[in-house]
């Protein structure tokens, strides 16, 4: 039995060509970048290609390309930069209640060890923040808007420009979390209209540990860690000079079969979500049915635990989640679901299903095989179909 993996919006494996790029990297190509003699050459070099290949993806210069460790460190230094920067003045944050908890636990930090103060903005029943609740929101000290594209949970994409706008009308620095949309939506930082933006390698077929913050030239922040002037002093510490190598080789593979991608898996993930709405009863789709990232479908099943299904399929060879990686060890309904008035009876059975560069046709046709089967068995055993 082989295995099917559709999880991709945990991580992704990383593509053979992304691999190869890497390589010389770690042995012939070693060198610190900031070496003075000419071993250095090579990898300096390379990060500076990558530099620039990222910046044409994300419609930027190549000197605001910062390299990080990934979604959660360019989280943390937007959101952290912008605020210590205004530490004189302890200014106000405006983020949504959906964001991944890179942003979330950073504002919360922000509020009880710095005395911010932050708002989270409420999103819809289709997680959608509204762009007139965020011109509400504003105050005269606000510093900082921090709203993520995609969603990670449910892959609603959010009305970024109209955020940028008021942003902008009231001169304040705006961030996002773009780690689920680049590679999978075009993402150019001028249409988008922000000013800071993180994404990650590991969820686009590079590498685990490495990302890049988008730093709007002229953007008022701080570095959050200091040594060395490497990033422009943004960011000290000797480059990962293969990660970086592989980051700008997977964002750009995504950003080239982008098209070819979306229009494929579109069609596999359409037809395994409304398979499901209709083969199995009792069963609702979370997020906006359109507005959404063309590669994902979270799915609740009612009167089940989605954990339980996910390890009737694990058992089966299937790999899936329970909306977020990061959260499946805690207790409790997801804030996302929370967030969009899903009912926790109807939050608790829902499943994300994600689907990536290696999903074929045969992988749908096994899951769709096995769901009913799996579902009805469930909920035969379950103690809440009998409860409501
Ligand atoms: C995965 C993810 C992150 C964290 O990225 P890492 O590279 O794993 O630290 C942040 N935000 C979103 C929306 C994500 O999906």
Same mark, same amino acid.
């Given at each position: 039995?082989?295995? /099917?993996?559709?999880?991709?919006?945990?991580?992704?494996?990383?593509?053979?060509?992304?691999?190869?790029?890497?390589?010389?990297?770690?042995?012939?190509?070693?060198?610190?970048?900031?070496?003075?003699?000419?071993?250095?050459?090579?990898?300096?070099?390379? /990060?500076?290609? *990558?530099?620039?290949?990222?910046?044409?993806?994300?419609?930027?210069?190549?000197?605001?390309?910062? !390299?990080?460790?990934?979604?959660?460190?360019?989280? =943390?230094?937007?959101?952290?930069?912008?605020?210590?920067?205004?530490?004189?003045?302890?200014?106000?944050?405006?983020?949504?209640?959906?964001?991944?908890?890179?942003?979330?636990?950073?504002?919360?930090? $922000?509020?009880?060890?710095?005395? !911010?103060?932050?708002?989270?903005?409420?999103?819809?029943?289709?997680? @959608?923040?509204?762009?007139?609740?965020?011109?509400?929101?504003?105050?005269?000290?606000?510093?900082?808007?921090?709203?993520?594209?995609? =969603?990670?949970?449910?892959?609603? /994409?959010?009305?970024? +420009?109209?955020?940028?706008?008021?942003?902008?009308?009231?001169?304040?620095? !705006?961030?996002?979390? *773009?780690?689920?949309?680049?590679? +999978?939506?075009?993402?150019?930082?001028?249409?988008?209209?922000?000013? $800071?933006?993180?994404?990650?390698?590991?969820?686009?077929?590079?590498? +685990?540990?490495?990302?890049?913050?988008?730093?709007?030239?002229?953007?008022?922040?701080?570095?959050?860690?200091?040594?060395?002037?490497?990033?422009?002093?943004?960011?000290?510490?000797?480059?990962? &000079?293969?990660?970086?190598?592989? $980051?700008?080789?997977?964002?750009?593979?995504?950003?080239?079969?982008?098209?070819?991608?979306?229009?494929?898996?579109?069609?596999?993930?359409?037809?395994?979500?409304?398979? @499901?709405?209709?083969?199995?009863?009792? &069963?609702?789709?979370?997020?906006?049915?359109? =507005?959404? /990232?063309?590669?994902?479908?979270?799915?609740?099943?009612?009167?089940?635990?989605?954990?339980?299904?996910?390890?009737?399929?694990?058992?089966?060879?299937?790999?899936?989640?329970?909306?977020?990686?990061?959260?499946?060890?805690?207790?409790?309904?997801?804030?996302?679901?929370?967030?969009? #008035?899903?009912?926790?009876? &109807?939050?608790? #059975?829902?499943?994300?299903?994600?689907?990536?560069?290696?999903?074929?046709?045969?992988?749908?046709?096994?899951?769709?095989?096995?769901?009913?089967?799996?579902?009805?068995? $469930?909920?035969?055993?379950?103690? @809440?179909?009998?409860?409501?």
């Amino acid at each position: 039995m082989s295995r /099917i993996y559709m999880d991709y919006n945990a991580t992704t494996p990383a593509d053979p060509r992304v691999v190869e790029a890497m390589l010389p990297y770690f042995t012939e190509k070693f060198g610190n970048p900031s070496s003075p003699h000419s071993v250095a050459h090579e990898p300096r070099a390379a /990060i500076e290609r *990558a530099r620039e290949q990222v910046a044409s993806c994300l419609g930027s210069q190549p000197s605001e390309v910062v !390299f990080t460790s990934g979604g959660s460190e360019s989280d =943390n230094a937007a959101i952290k930069g912008v605020a210590f920067a205004h530490l004189p003045e302890r200014g106000h944050i405006i983020t949504s209640a959906i964001e991944h908890h890179a942003v979330l636990s950073t504002c919360e930090y $922000l509020e009880k060890e710095f005395g !911010f103060s932050v708002t989270y903005l409420p999103v819809n029943a289709d997680g @959608l923040v509204d762009a007139r609740d965020v011109r509400r929101a504003v105050r005269g000290d606000t510093c900082l808007i921090s709203v993520m594209h995609v =969603n990670n949970e449910v892959g609603t /994409i959010q009305p970024l +420009k109209e955020i940028a706008d008021i942003a902008r009308e009231h001169d304040i620095t !705006f961030h996002t979390d *773009a780690v689920q949309s680049v590679g +999978k939506l075009p993402v150019n930082v001028n249409a988008l209209g922000v000013d $800071l933006l993180s994404l990650s390698a590991h969820k686009l077929y590079g590498p +685990k540990g490495v990302g890049a913050l988008y730093v709007r030239a002229g953007t008022r922040m701080h570095p959050i860690a200091h040594g060395g002037s490497h990033e422009r002093g943004m960011r000290a510490g000797t480059e990962n &000079v293969a990660g970086i190598v592989g $980051l700008a080789k997977a964002v750009e593979l995504a950003v080239d079969e982008m098209d070819r991608e979306t229009a494929r898996l579109s069609a596999l993930r359409d037809r395994l979500q409304n398979t @499901l709405l209709r083969e199995i009863s009792d &069963v609702v789709l979370n997020g906006h049915r359109e =507005n959404r /990232i063309p590669v994902m479908a979270n799915v609740s099943f009612l009167f089940v635990e989605g954990e339980s299904i996910v390890l009737s399929l694990d058992m089966e060879g299937i790999a899936v989640s329970t909306g977020s990686a990061c959260t499946t060890d805690a207790t409790g309904p997801s804030h996302v679901l929370a967030a969009m #008035g899903v009912e926790p009876n &109807v939050a608790q #059975g829902s499943v994300r299903f994600g689907l990536g560069r290696y999903t074929v046709e045969s992988d749908v046709d096994r899951v769709l095989a096995l769901m009913p089967k799996i579902v009805e068995r $469930l909920r035969m055993i379950s103690p @809440l179909r009998n409860r409501a």
